[in-house]
């Protein structure tokens, strides 16, 4: 008995590793001002929002005050799940890489340590700083217990959330780094991995074939969730905020087949089914590390080396044949070899396959039109006659021909956003097949009409005289509408996706070189400071290139089929481009400055830290506050504004630049309900000052190169002592 307890000791309260990191990380001055500052915007947006709260609220009435604490709530569970989505792949990725790379992991495993005392310990140390955040936070979110709306239950599974993510995340980052998956790009590929897991989930969760009926909350509101619910954390952490519309089914109310074990727990308690879920993987995870940790270190190949030669798919070392290297070697082999953890052409292909596959997807099914019941086409109106020959609405019948009053009858087009005005057209614009919702007659119309109508019927029969038509495009397999959301989540989440992987790949291009020696044989080599910054600089955007690629042809493929349409004479007078043309031009120039703004960045942030984890760590938080700022300014100018200096400030960032090109009626006061002139107007605003802010930031990214060129002796020479 003395022998388990001291072992069970030994192995987590009394862990050499861990109190090392813990004794080490509390004196830090660094971790000191991250919580001080993490729990500062905390407090900082409690009380703006309490006070803002109380200011619209006249009185400041407890029951407004209770809503306000229940949306703070909100805000901040959203946050704290997101700094843990966003921090814990960066702090546990590198968890035995690092060791490695320092060329300590073989002195560890030559202590009296066991395999358990090094996982469990190099697991705890990196999630100390995540646990630490979360714990700070209590007090602040204990807040919005004071003015009620927010149960305790709700704080609990908010955090369990968040402390089931980071334990999940650190136990497959250990099992990578264990059983050597990875190396020095794991940090790169399983950061790239959390991101597109999580968002991949929520824009599966907005497909109906993936949706599940849920519980009526409210009267009126239908409920859903999906099965993506359960495997979510965003999507698990909406369930606890009672949302109406988003509410899991009653376990009795699930069909027979899907009430057993584990489908009934998942889909009617979607957040305790990934709570304990999350636990369970992470110990499934960490008990093979344990097991296989020595054995693993003591192989000369990885476990892929290992399992492609058993199944003779790998013949292990061979030859290979030369490769031809750019002018400048170090911008090569940025680009070719070393620049990312996606070095395998599989996965830089995929990406590309996925994305396009996706886009091509959109196209089809937005070009999937059906043949309207109640049609008119190309003759039913006679100019020449002023008369229309329309169908009948219910499908029996035979067609109506009706007189039309030339600026008395009134066709109607409802637009995509039902708060915006229907437009009024004219019958001689339409050219191509319309849908007819509805029409009525004089006769049908109210009794007082103008003069000029009466002058034009005289005194013939106003059932005959047609008063006002509503029309709309045919039907399609996937709404303009719901094209254009599709497609603009699309593009931003690939963005999102290649700046991260650029950020990362620029965080940890100097420091990889500092941790395996090669950056003292480069600089005593003839390679001058500017070669050699240039060099990363081009190889790192040489390599996000054909990524960048993949949102631009997307979109571009709306824009080859709108032409297409138009050359055709299939889309008629009344055309609406899904995506504005110019997006083909805009889109390349801001991506491709943005990503290399983020390499320069990452590079500086690589050049002046001395470990990787740190260096990719501030360099994904800088560029994330960054764009997240700026997209922030952009959207709220856009959507509380109706005028120029909006289109200005939303011109700067990609994510806006994005939105205003692709759906720019779904949000933004400048393009809904105006006319043809002033929404050419805004196009050409946004067309000139996109242009504008790409040179500044060539500017700034110039300048940025020249400082690191500058800097760059000195700041190595200060890393050296």
Not at 60 to 85: D, E, I, N
Not at 427 to 450: D, K
Request: charged share 15%; net charge positive; hydrophobic share 50%.
């Amino acid at each position: 008995m003395l022998g388990i307890h001291h072992y069970l000791w030994r192995l987590i309260p009394a862990n050499p590793i861990l109190l090392r990191v813990v004794d080490s990380g509390g004196k830090r001055r660094r971790d000191l001002f991250i919580r001080c500052a993490y729990l500062g915007l905390l407090v900082a947006f409690v009380v703006i929002s309490l006070v803002s709260a109380s200011g619209t609220g006249g009185s400041g009435s407890l029951s407004s005050l209770a809503k306000t604490s229940a949306s703070l709530f909100q805000s901040m569970s959203y946050l704290q799940l997101g700094l843990v989505a966003l921090l814990a792949p960066v702090f546990t990725a590198g968890a035995i890489t690092q060791e490695k790379d320092s060329q300590t992991y073989d002195i560890l495993l030559a202590t009296p340590l066991t395999n358990g005392q090094i996982v469990l310990g190099s697991l705890l140390s990196r999630l100390f700083f995540i646990i630490a955040l979360l714990v700070s936070g209590i007090p602040v979110f204990s807040i919005t217990q004071i003015f009620g709306g927010v149960a305790i239950k709700s704080i609990v599974l908010s955090f369990l959330l968040a402390a089931g993510t980071a334990f999940a995340t650190g136990a497959l980052a250990m099992a990578i780094a264990t059983f050597k998956v990875g190396t020095r790009r794991t940090i790169f590929s399983f950061y790239l991995f959390i991101v597109v897991y999580m968002a991949g989930g929520i824009v599966l969760d907005t497909f109906p074939q993936f949706q599940v009926r849920g519980r009526t909350v409210t009267q009126g509101i239908e409920s859903h969730i999906s099965y993506f619910t359960a495997f979510n954390p965003f999507l698990a952490l909406r369930v606890i905020f009672k949302d109406p519309t988003y509410a899991p089914p009653n376990f009795e109310d699930l069909p027979a087949a899907q009430q057993s074990w584990p489908v009934g727990y998942m889909l009617s308690n979607p957040t305790g089914f990934y709570i304990s879920f999350m636990f369970l993987f992470s110990f499934v995870l960490v008990l093979p590390s344990i097991a296989l940790l020595r054995r693993m270190a003591q192989s000369s190949t990885n476990l892929r080396s290992q399992i492609l030669q058993k199944l003779k798919l790998s013949k292990g070392d061979r030859n290979r044949k030369p490769r031809t290297v750019w002018t400048n070697p170090i911008a090569w082999r940025e680009a070719r070899t070393k620049a990312s953890a996606a070095r395998a052409t599989v996965l830089r292909y995929s990406f590309i396959l996925i994305g396009l596959g996706a886009a091509v997807y959109l196209v089809i099914a937005y070009a999937n039109t059906s043949a309207p019941v109640n049609a008119i086409v190309r003759g039913s109106y006679d100019e020449r006659l002023e008369q229309i020959t329309l169908p009948a609405l219910d499908g029996k019948g035979s067609p109506k021909t009706l007189n039309v009053i030339p600026g008395g009858t009134k066709v109607v087009l409802p637009t995509d956003n039902p708060d915006d005005e229907p437009e009024e057209v004219d019958l001689r614009r339409m050219q191509g097949t319309m849908e007819v919702v509805s029409y009525t007659t004089f006769a049908e119309a109210p009794p007082t009409q103008n003069s000029f109508v009466k002058g034009q019927m005289g005194r013939r029969d106003p059932s005959r005289f047609l008063n006002t038509l509503v029309v709309r495009p045919p039907a399609r397999g996937l709404d303009a509408g719901l094209a254009r959301k599709y497609l603009l989540g699309l593009c931003a989440v690939e963005f999102a996706v290649i700046l991260l992987i650029v950020t990362n790949a620029a965080a940890s291009t100097v420091t990889r070189e500092k941790e395996d020696g090669t950056l003292d044989l480069l600089l005593s080599s003839p390679i001058t400071s500017r070669y050699y910054i240039w060099g990363k600089l081009r190889g790192l955007v040489s390599f996000v290139m054909p990524l960048v690629a993949v949102p631009v042809v997307s979109a571009g493929l709306f824009v080859v089929y709108d032409i297409f349409q138009q050359i055709t004479g299939t889309s008629g007078e009344l055309f609406q481009w899904l995506v504005f043309p110019e997006a083909v031009l805009l889109l390349p120039g801001m991506l491709i400055i943005i990503c290399a703004f983020a390499a320069i960045l990452g590079m500086q942030m690589s050049l002046r830290c001395r470990t990787t984890v740190a260096a990719v760590m501030s360099s994904v938080g800088i560029v994330v506050g960054i764009c997240a700022g700026m997209g922030w300014c952009g959207y709220s100018f856009l959507d509380s504004s109706q005028n120029q200096m909006a289109l200005i400030v939303g011109s700067f960032s990609p994510f806006t630049l994005m939105q205003m090109l692709i759906d720019p009626y779904a949000s933004g006061r400048n393009y809904r309900g105006i006319s043809a002139s002033a929404l050419w107007t805004a196009r050409s605003i946004v067309t000139v000052t996109t242009l504008v802010a790409v040179g500044i930031y060539v500017a700034i990214v110039w300048q940025m190169y020249t400082g690191m060129v500058k800097g760059f002796d000195m700041t190595i020479r200060k890393q050296s002592r």
